[in-house]
């Protein structure tokens, strides 16, 4: 069962220690909530995302795309270099963007990860090189994918390539579904 609601009150009960959490919503039907009420749930509770609009996710491929076609390069390697330049690293526990660090002489290419080599270092003789490591854009926010498609947008415009009018633009960023 999940539904969007507001959190009304958390009270604590004296006697056994145990919370007692309320939340107001309509979209949860009587008989549901019947048929669960002894039952021990697995409850979370989390902010909406917004998603980002299929229309921002087009129009990005298509800028890639004619990025791709100026610089003489692959769609792939240009959405990888867009990436680095305005794309957000994998988050640690500790707030940190997460690296890798890996031997040298080994191509990380295969993995299908998204990186930047940020430096390298020596351990018992052995060169080992450290990357920062990139999500996928389809993994990204409302904010995230703005900040990803204004990245690309410069791009396509340092290179001359036409692109739709900022308040077009604007409009559509605007259009995330919830």
């Known amino acids: 069962m999940e539904f969007f609601g507001k959190l009304k009150s958390v009270t604590r009960d004296v006697m056994t220690g145990a919370y ?3 939340f107001a919503t309509n979209d949860v039907p009587a008989s ?3 048929q669960r009420k002894d039952d021990v749930l697995l409850v979370k509770a989390d902010k ?3 998603k980002r609009s299929l229309d921002s996710n087009a129009y990005c491929w298509l800028l890639i795309s004619k990025i791709a076609d100026k ?4 769609k792939e390697e240009v959405y990888e270099q867009m990436l680095i330049r305005y794309g957000q690293p994998f988050i640690n526990e500790n707030g940190a963007a997460q690296m890798i660090t890996v031997r040298a002489d080994i ?3 295969p993995f299908g990860l998204y990186t930047k080599l940020i430096g390298s270092g020596h351990v018992d003789g052995k060169e080992f090189s450290h990357y920062v490591v990139f999500r996928g854009s389809h993994t990204y926010d409302t904010k995230e994918m703005s900040i ?3 990245g690309v947008v410069s791009e396509a415009k340092e290179l001359g390539i036409d692109h739709i009018p900022l308040v ?3 409009k559509m960023k ?3 579904n919830i």
């Open 168 to 170: 077009e633009l604007e």
């Open 20 to 22: 007692d959490v309320t």
């Open 148 to 150: 990803f498609i204004d």
């Open 174 to 176: 605007k259009k995330w």
């Open 32 to 34: 549901v909530v019947d």
């Open 71 to 74: 610089i003489h390069s692959s």
């Open 48 to 50: 909406p995302k917004r």
């Open 107 to 109: 191509d990380i290419k």
